[in-house]
């Protein structure tokens, strides 16, 4: 007897479409899976008759063949269990096979017959089941509100392996366990307060300009300064997601794994260590796995003791900070994903971590140079704010807070909606996109402004790059000050946030 | 006019030969400086040790071929016309010989002009390599040339701002002048040498050791007519050069600091002392001339107001007033910002300082002036 059921598997961040094909024939009992199975999917075979047989059915003592298809797609992970489950249940005449033609079952079983609750991916399971044109999505109950995120779709969750067979009869589905609080909605602030950083105004100005137009943006301060304080404090201020954006980050995160509750309504937040590697960045260790880069996708990668990262990682943080994604090619396989992120990097000014604190600092010209080495060159060249933090600042733990993370946002919110008002058609949202074109387009300078930006430029402080992240700036601050129309203190201070590999007064002559 | 005598070749061969013996005596200056002064057979007796022997006849069969030069190193000794003036006028420690980059005839054409050595810290502040840069400017646009090494801090500040200025420079190198450039220096070295010359006492290949530091501080003071000390503290590293001028008896000035800053205790040891104090180039400019009328600087070289001073004097009262704070040192946007209602319109200044060039951004988001206000009327 033949029967087939269908699921899916993941791949990287694509799903492809399985059909599990089951068949038993006479002859000395066997349960063999073909069709490029890794080793979760082979041990199925221990899962499933153990499942079955538990869930009080009967366990075919007869050859029992199973075909993944299509054949030269690896199939990776636990989640083929159930497909396969019901697969041989309909083989052996113990469940109606038209049903399993209409749905995509898609779960783990446990060695008792219940459908385990751990499966990754499935808000783009049921985006592929959607897509797919098939009906229904049976999977475990506490994954069934993440899958029902999706509109159109429906739902079935079952608890066991019996309530699949009685789902796949025409019967009900199991109830939905109660829900979590209820969703954080778009006001909520999420995490540390801005209202905690005393002192520090000139850094935590810069910081909702670099947040209100998603500059890159490097803290720069001697230890103890807050440089990791106010980085945690980025999210509280940044707006949440929209739907379709969060709803692309749900789907990254839940196919690696760390989705906590069902829709990710804040932004990613990542701080990986530094001793991470390349490929633990950008993705693509083995078949499948993403990094950090696309884990940020919009939101923030935070890199913390930024001159400590290992050379490699850094470079490759090149293609994600210029086009917004990641193409990862391998012996192997190859893949696309997207990463647009803020990123935000902190570091000491030089190794000791106390240069420009008078007398203070230890190190010597050679450390100073390769530490600017380090820092310098390509990164540095996507970097459009330089927050510098000093110590003075950060000692009158009595100062005032400049502001809170509330009024702070709604500055943010309101400068964003002027950006995505003028970028409309531009197919960008915010301004640290705008490429040298759009700048042209919408930095309307005043004159006064544009005579300051030559006069820089006349002095040696500005590259033509340099310039471009300049006038992006300025074009926030405007935004952030209601201004449709760039002025000369909007350029000034853009100026004076500038970013540059090196200094013209610095030591190194 | 240019070359130098079997004898005075022979004599920074021996140095060389010698430099282990005399870096033993490195740590008494006195000793080092009086050593230097003795003349060969002595200077073997005093420290040849165990190769005494061996020195002296190799010293008696010295040919001058033995001193290899690479290409563009020419030889010039006190025998010859050409060698610096400065120099000779110096007591018994001068150096015999000198190696030269950027040709001989240039270091005699310097010869005739007042030099002036700008000395100090290898940890400088910005604020000490912005005083050391826009000195150099300021007396490299005036004609006089500036002498020192091309050691980390002031000495590299100096450099680069007198060959800003397109003036003349004269660089004095502590060991053979084709490995003494550390590789980081190369691109400056090469333009010092384009414009300017660059002298070493000792012979190509030749390495620097701890001697040599001394005995190119004394040539560079030696060189100059007045030492400036721009930041030092107060070990006797920082104030070498200092001490080796006062030892020749040259005129050594200094540029105060803040007291609280640890790289201007040196400096204000020696204006206690009596050291004279300098704010600016005029400073310098008076002290080099001691009111009299520049003798030799010609039509070209007559000192003439940078473009940065003519635009300062008109500078509006927002602009001198932030630029005022930044010198009184409230120097980091935040502090500027820290008291005022409109942080857009302070950066706006700072900006426009540094486009004016005015202020430079210094290590740690500082800002530092790029000159002295000495010489600027107040608000």
């Known amino acids: ?509 | 006019m240019t070359g130098a005598c079997g004898a005075c070749l022979r004599r920074s061969w021996l140095l060389a030969a010698l430099s282990a013996g005399l870096a033993y005596q490195a740590r008494d200056r006195e000793r080092l400086l009086e050593l230097l002064a003795l003349g060969d057979e002595d200077l073997v007796q005093a420290i040849g040790g165990r190769r005494r022997s061996e020195l002296q006849e190799r010293y008696a069969r010295f040919t001058p071929e033995e001193v290899r030069l690479t290409a563009d190193v020419e030889t010039i000794c006190r025998h010859h016309r050409g060698y610096p003036r400065a120099l000779t006028q110096m007591s018994d420690g001068a150096p015999r010989m000198l190696y030269v980059s950027g040709t001989a005839q240039r270091l005699a054409a310097q010869g005739s002009e007042p030099a002036v050595a700008i000395v100090g810290s290898r940890r400088a502040t910005d604020y000490g390599m912005e005083m050391a840069r826009s000195l150099a400017r300021g007396l490299a646009a005036s004609g006089v040339t500036v002498a020192g090494g091309l050691s980390d801090g002031i000495a590299v500040a100096a450099l680069a701002g007198a060959l800003e200025a397109g003036g003349r420079t004269l660089t004095v190198m502590d060991a053979g002048l084709d490995v003494a450039c550390p590789a980081r220096r190369r691109t400056l070295f090469q333009r010092a040498r384009m414009t300017g010359c660059a002298v070493a006492e000792l012979p190509c290949g030749a390495r620097s050791r701890n001697w040599c530091y001394t005995a190119r501080e004394r040539i560079v003071t030696g060189l100059a007519e007045l030492t400036i000390v721009v930041e030092a503290d107060e070990s006797p590293g920082e104030l070498l050069g200092a001490h080796v001028a006062q030892a020749l008896g040259r005129t050594v000035a200094a540029v105060p600091g803040r007291v609280t800053s640890p790289v201007s205790r040196g400096t204000h040891a020696l204006l206690m002392e009596g050291a004279a104090l300098v704010r600016g180039p005029e400073d310098a400019l008076d002290l080099l001339y001691r009111g009299n009328p520049p003798r030799s600087v010609d039509a070209a070289g007559t000192p003439k107001r940078s473009s940065t001073k003519r635009q300062s004097q008109q500078l509006e009262p927002r602009l001198q007033m932030t630029l005022e704070q930044v010198g009184a040192g409230r120097d980091t946007p935040a502090k500027l910002t820290a008291g005022s209602a409109d942080a857009g319109e302070v950066l706006l200044a700072l900006s426009e300082l540094e486009a004016m060039g005015l202020l430079t951004r210094g290590d740690g988001g500082r800002y530092v002036p790029r000159e002295s206000l000495a010489g600027r009327a107040p608000l």
């Open chain 1, 1 to 509: 007897m033949l029967a087939r059921a269908h699921t899916f598997t993941i791949e990287g961040l694509e799903t492809r479409h399985v059909t599990v094909e089951v068949d038993i024939r006479p002859g000395l009992p066997a349960f063999t899976i073909v069709g490029l199975a890794d080793a979760a999917v082979r041990e199925a075979r221990e899962r499933v008759q153990a499942a079955i047989l538990n869930s009080g059915y009967e366990f075919p003592g007869r050859r029992i063949t199973a075909n993944l298809a299509p054949g030269d797609v690896p199939k990776i992970g636990p989640g083929l269990d159930l497909a396969l489950a019901c697969a041989v249940l309909a083989a052996s005449m113990q469940l109606p096979r038209e049903p399993l033609e209409s749905h995509v079952l898609f779960g783990e079983l446990a060695l008792d017959g219940t459908v385990r609750a751990s499966q990754q991916g499935t808000l783009a399971v049921a985006q592929a089941t959607l897509q797919a044109g098939l009906q229904t999505l049976v999977l475990a109950p506490e994954r069934a509100r993440e899958a029902g995120l999706i509109e159109g779709l429906e739902v079935a969750a079952v608890e066991c392996l019996g309530s699949a067979v009685r789902v796949l009869g025409g019967g009900p589905a199991d109830p939905l366990p109660k829900a979590p609080k209820a969703n954080t909605t778009a006001t909520d602030i999420l995490g540390p307060d801005l209202s905690d950083v005393r002192g520090q105004h000139h850094a935590v100005r810069a910081l909702i300009v670099a947040a209100a137009g998603a500059h890159n943006n490097l803290l720069s301060g001697p230890p103890g300064t807050g440089k990791t304080m106010l980085a945690q404090r980025i999210p509280s201020i940044l707006p949440s997601l929209s739907r379709p954006e969060a709803i692309e980050v749900t789907r990254i995160h839940s196919i690696a794994g760390d989705l906590e509750g069902d829709l990710v309504s804040s932004r990613p937040f990542r701080a990986p260590h530094h001793s991470i590697t390349a490929a633990g960045l950008i993705g693509g260790a083995r078949r499948g796995w993403v990094g950090e880069v696309v884990l940020a996708h919009n939101g923030v990668l935070f890199l913390d003791e930024l001159s400590e990262f290992a050379r490699p990682a850094l470079e490759a943080l090149r293609q994600p900070l210029e086009d917004g994604r990641v193409a990862i090619v391998r012996a192997r396989h190859s893949a696309v994903y997207p990463a647009r992120f803020m990123l935000m990097a902190a570091t000491n000014p030089c190794p000791c971590g106390y240069a420009g604190a008078s007398g203070k600092c230890r190190c010597n010209e050679a450390d100073l140079a390769r530490h600017r080495r380090r820092l310098s060159g390509p990164l540095l060249d996507r970097i459009d704010l330089l927050v510098k933090l000093e110590s003075e600042g950060a000692l009158s733990a009595d100062a005032a807070p400049l502001t809170s993370s509330r009024k702070a946002r709604e500055q943010v919110m309101m400068a964003r909606e002027r950006q995505a008002r003028r970028l409309g058609d531009e197919g960008v949202t915010v301004n640290a996109h705008m490429d040298a074109r759009m700048l042209q387009r919408h930095v309307r300078l005043e004159r006064r402004a544009e005579e300051l930006l030559r006069k820089s430029q006349e002095q040696g402080l500005l590259s033509a790059r340099g310039q471009h992240r300049v006038l992006r700036v300025a074009r926030t601050i405007a935004d952030l000050n209601g201004r449709e129309r760039v002025r000369a203190r909007d350029v000034g201070s853009a100026l004076a946030l500038r970013s540059e590999a090196q200094h013209a007064g610095s030591r190194a002559a």
